[in-house]
């Protein structure tokens, strides 16, 4: 594999890919030579370019992990797939649901592996809610809720290219975390988001933005309240930090999400629940190792992250025996080792893993985030998901 973008998420995905065993590492692009080559050295990575189209160009190099900011995404994306090279992508998939159309298109033009991190996906009790509902233990669904909550951008020192509707998109909170709680809902549940009301804020509407902004989780200028003012200027934010949206889903089930990056106390406060007639379930990813199941006139369970008591589906992700934690990396882990089967299968559509999240589900995550915003610039007011086309 090569990687385009060596930031903050690019060493997850190089971790991931050296567990596996199989896959080798060979080389990486940034946005210079001298950057990339840093960035190698500190990795072990045996290549490294300054532009990422000699990485597509090295023949050695049969994966592309495409991990650039969003407005990147398109023509890093598009040139690996020109080149027949199968194409792992950070979300979200692109900065619009018009480019992220124009990428699955290409995906399907090019009959290469085409995925896209959806990382909460690899977690093994988020399987076993999804088998659940499959089997009918929920009985018929009728309220999907939850929430996506951090503080990261608290601070008004803090700043981040998501910020920048020329870097990021139009939506920041919604397009960078919403789109995980999404696309979550809808894999547990099986059911599709067909509307949306959206209201939407900027609670932090100004920001002390370095000379040079930092990356994400970055405080300005890397020298926070030490900066002096004359090394920051204050940029006005446009985009939301902070969204709840109500939901409808196909078939009649109901639901809200809560969206925030400016919620002290809030790291990575990602909650889903699904209820049923018969039962509820709900996971938290802070404590992604227990899911709690609710019934009426009974005693409520939490159930821990056993292999030897999940359902088939649920046990393939989960590699330590019950009492050992599994985290974060290792759901990230789960994605790519699906991503790595499905492309030594040769991206077979009826090989792919159930879990695993493609180009289709990008340019459908996108669409979601566009029908909010377009709910919320309406005045509120009911809209319609797009199919996509």
């Known amino acids: 594999m090569g990687l385009i973008g060596p930031g903050f998420i690019a060493a997850q995905h190089i971790e991931a890919v050296r567990r596996l065993g199989n896959v080798e590492v060979v080389a990486l692009a940034g946005s210079s030579r001298e950057s990339a080559r840093r960035r190698a050295a500190e990795w072990s990575v045996e290549r490294s370019y300054g532009d990422y189209r000699e990485l597509i160009?090295?023949?050695?190099?049969?994966?592309?992990?495409?991990?650039?900011?969003?407005?990147?995404?398109?023509?890093?994306?598009?040139?690996?797939?020109?080149?027949?090279?199968?194409?792992?992508?950070?979300?979200?998939?692109?900065?619009?649901?018009?480019?992220?159309?124009?990428?699955?298109?290409?995906?399907?033009?090019?009959?290469?592996?085409?995925?896209?991190?959806?990382?909460?996906?690899?977690?093994?009790?988020?399987?076993?809610?999804?088998?659940?509902?499959?089997?009918?233990?929920?009985?018929?669904?009728?309220?999907?809720?939850?929430?996506?909550?951090?503080?990261?951008?608290?601070?008004?020192?803090?700043?981040?290219?998501?910020?920048?509707?020329?870097?990021?998109?139009?939506?920041?909170?919604?397009?960078?975390?919403?789109?995980?709680?999404?696309?979550?809902?809808?894999?547990?549940?099986?059911?599709?988001?067909?509307?949306?009301?959206?209201?939407?804020?900027?609670?932090?509407?100004?920001?002390?933005?370095?000379?040079?902004?930092?990356?994400?989780?970055?405080?300005?200028?890397?020298?926070?309240?030490?900066?002096?003012?004359?090394?920051?200027?204050?940029?006005?934010?446009?985009?939301?930090?902070?969204?709840?949206?109500?939901?409808?889903?196909?078939?009649?089930?109901?639901?809200?999400?809560?969206?925030?990056?400016?919620?002290?106390?809030?790291?990575?406060?990602?909650?889903?629940?699904?209820?049923?007639?018969?039962?509820?379930?709900?996971?938290?990813?802070?404590?992604?190792n227990e899911l709690w199941i609710g019934r009426f006139g009974q005693p409520s369970l939490v159930v821990g992250k056993d292999p030897a008591i999940l359902s088939a589906d649920a046990a393939r992700y989960a590699h330590l025996p019950a009492g050992h934690q599994e985290a974060w990396a290792d759901a990230f882990r789960n994605v790519i080792a699906d991503a790595y089967q499905w492309i030594r299968e040769g991206a077979k559509s009826q090989a792919r893993p159930a879990a695993l999240a493609t180009f289709a589900d990008g340019y459908r995550s996108d669409l979601l985030v566009e029908a909010m915003l377009a709910s919320h610039a309406a005045g509120g007011v009911w809209r319609k998901v797009p199919q996509p086309a």
């Open 57 to 288: 160009a090295d023949p050695d190099v049969d994966v592309v992990h495409n991990t650039t900011p969003n407005h990147l995404h398109l023509e890093v994306s598009l040139a690996a797939l020109a080149a027949r090279k199968h194409v792992i992508s950070d979300k979200p998939l692109s900065d619009s649901a018009q480019h992220s159309r124009t990428l699955w298109q290409a995906a399907r033009r090019a009959g290469v592996a085409h995925v896209v991190t959806f990382n909460y996906r690899g977690n093994p009790l988020v399987q076993e809610a999804r088998a659940m509902v499959k089997r009918g233990e929920l009985g018929p669904l009728c309220y999907v809720h939850g929430q996506y909550l951090q503080d990261w951008l608290a601070d008004e020192r803090v700043y981040s290219w998501r910020l920048d509707p020329a870097r990021g998109g139009a939506s920041s909170a919604l397009r960078d975390i919403g789109s995980h709680w999404c696309d979550l809902a809808e894999h547990v549940t099986g059911l599709r988001i067909e509307a949306v009301l959206a209201d939407l804020g900027t609670v932090v509407a100004q920001r002390e933005v370095p000379r040079a902004a930092g990356g994400t989780f970055s405080r300005a200028s890397t020298g926070g309240r030490r900066a002096g003012r004359a090394q920051r200027r204050r940029v006005r934010i446009k985009s939301e930090d902070l969204a709840t949206v109500l939901l409808r889903f196909r078939g009649g089930a109901k639901g809200c999400v809560a969206v925030g990056q400016v919620l002290p106390g809030h790291k990575n406060d990602l909650q889903l629940e699904v209820c049923g007639r018969k039962a509820s379930v709900r996971w938290l990813q802070e404590r992604q």
